[in-house]
């Protein structure tokens, strides 16, 4: 009796509780909530990194913004090197950069100013000077410069955004026929670029035989200056200081 009791048990049969007879239903059991734990987990890396980031702004500076004009800013990299030689102006108004010697200009120092005569290419005269402005604002100065000097000159467009030496100014490009005759031979193209400061007007003018650019002659981006000259103008305009800018 002993033994066959034991066969039965190993026989696929375990213990168990004897319950009366009838229908039950079982409860559902919970999973996992992996839903859960990932929202968890996200919320907690968001707030990471929102403290993260706040930290970040308190412990570094905040960039540098400008305004340019007028404020432009200084050079990213440290200031530039200076190759050519200065003019400085006898009572300290103002400087600026003129062509080294053994260039292709013939330079002429001037009271006021520089002269700077092309003997390449097409030619043509730079003129780096000052005027006393005397209540003028730029445009005024520039059209009493062109008025001087080419009177029967026709203005041929302005100068968008036109800056001097870091100062916001007024540009204009006019041609001019000397003889007073409409030919293209005789057909000259004026740049003057002035800007006023501590009522002190720098200049910048250009003047040259008209030389249309195009796709294959002139400075490579589109340019309507058509003014041989000017291609090597611009290194000279930014480079005018009055007294008391900083170095750049």
Not at 145 to 161: G, R
Not at 234 to 243: E, L, T
Request: hydrophobic share 40%; net charge negative; glycine share 10%.
């Amino acid at each position: 009796m002993t033994d066959s009791a034991e066969l039965r048990e190993d026989d696929g049969s375990f213990a168990g509780y004897a319950l009366p007879a009838g229908s039950y239903r079982a409860s559902e059991q919970r999973g996992p909530g992996y839903f859960v734990t990932i929202g968890l987990f996200v919320i907690v890396l968001v707030v990471a990194m929102m403290a993260l980031s706040i930290v970040a702004t308190r412990i570094s500076a905040a960039p540098t913004k400008y305004h340019c004009p007028p404020d432009c800013g200084r050079p990213p990299t440290g200031l530039p090197v200076s190759t050519n030689p200065r003019f400085f102006a006898s009572d300290g108004s103002f400087s600026v950069s003129y062509p080294a010697p053994g260039t292709a200009y013939e330079v002429t120092m001037e009271p006021n100013g520089v002269r700077a005569d092309l003997n390449i290419g097409d030619g043509g005269t730079l003129r780096l000077f000052s005027q006393p402005a005397q209540g003028r604002d730029a445009r005024r100065v520039a059209d009493d410069l062109l008025a001087q000097m080419f009177p029967d000159a026709v203005k041929s467009y302005e100068l968008p955004n036109a800056i001097l030496g870091y100062q916001p100014g007024y540009g204009e490009v006019a041609d001019d026929w000397p003889k007073g005759t409409a030919t293209d031979s005789q057909h000259l193209r004026v740049i003057i670029v002035v800007a006023v400061k501590n009522d002190l007007a720098l200049v910048a003018g250009a003047v040259g035989p008209f030389h249309q650019f195009g796709p294959e002659d002139g400075p490579g981006p589109p340019s309507p200056a058509n003014l041989d000259i000017a291609k090597d103008m611009g290194k000279y305009v930014n480079s005018f200081m009055w007294r008391g800018d900083p170095p750049r």
